[in-house]
Every structure is written in structure tokens, then in C-alpha cells.
Nanobody, 115 residues
Framework: QVQLVESGGGLVQAGGSLRLSCAAS????????MAWYRQVPGKQRVLVAD???????HYADSVKGRFAISRDNTKNTVYLQMNGLKPEDTAVYYC?????????WGQGTQVTVSS
């Protein structure tokens, strides 16, 4: 059974930083490309950043230069370091594989950035 558990969200002022973590179980993590997605109410979930099994990364234009995705295959964990946060980064953040699987979605972690 696949389980992805996100943590690390919270309330932060604009310009602040947060580090999200996603602990994975039930998958061959080291062979799986992983990604962070985010969703605001009333809108579709969108891809924020991804990291391949070899460590190559890609970012949405909106977060490029501010966010950094990384992974620790010894801990089956993927991270998202978020710096220079903006109010428009407010969303529920989820991790999943890339491409995502519908049965992998976890509960997400709320990030709220105040202006």
C-alpha cells in the first residue's frame, strides 16, 4: 500500500521560508521520479517542482529561483525548500510521483503566506 505523508507547512510572512517533507512508503522510491504539486480552492492541482531518480530537477516558472526540490533515497523522503515566499504561494502542497498516480495522493500540507 502506497503512502505519502507531507509535513512542514504552516503560516509564514511574505519573504519567509519553509521546508516541506514527504515521507514515502510502499514504492520503490529510489527509482521513482517525485514531484511537488499545489492546489488552491477552486483551481486545479498544478506541478511545482520535480526531481528524477537521478536527481535532475525542474521547476515551474513561478517558483524558479526561490524553491529547491531534493530527495534522500536513504530516507525515502523528498523535500521542498521554499524561500522568498509570496502570498500567491498560499496553497495546499502535495507530493506524488511524476507522472502522478491518483491513488498516491496524501492529505497534503497547508502553506499560508501573509502579506
Amino acid at each position: 500500500q502506497v503512502q505519502l505523508v507531507e509535513s512542514g507547512g504552516g503560516l509564514v510572512q511574505a519573504g519567509g521560508s519553509l521546508r516541506l517533507s514527504c515521507a514515502a512508503s510502499g514504492i520503490t522510491f529510489r527509482r521513482t521520479a517525485m514531484a511537488w504539486y499545489r492546489q488552491v480552492p477552486g483551481k486545479q492541482r498544478v506541478l511545482v517542482a520535480d526531481i528524477g531518480s537521478g536527481g535532475n530537477t525542474h521547476y515551474a516558472d513561478s517558483v524558479k529561483g526561490r524553491f529547491a526540490i531534493s530527495r534522500d533515497n536513504t530516507k525515502n523522503t523528498v523535500y521542498l525548500q521554499m524561500n522568498g515566499l509570496k502570498p500567491e504561494d498560499t496553497a495546499v502542497y502535495y507530493c506524488n510521483a511524476l507522472p502522478f498516480y491518483n491513488n498516491y495522493w496524501g492529505q497534503g500540507t497547508q502553506v499560508t503566506v501573509s502579506s
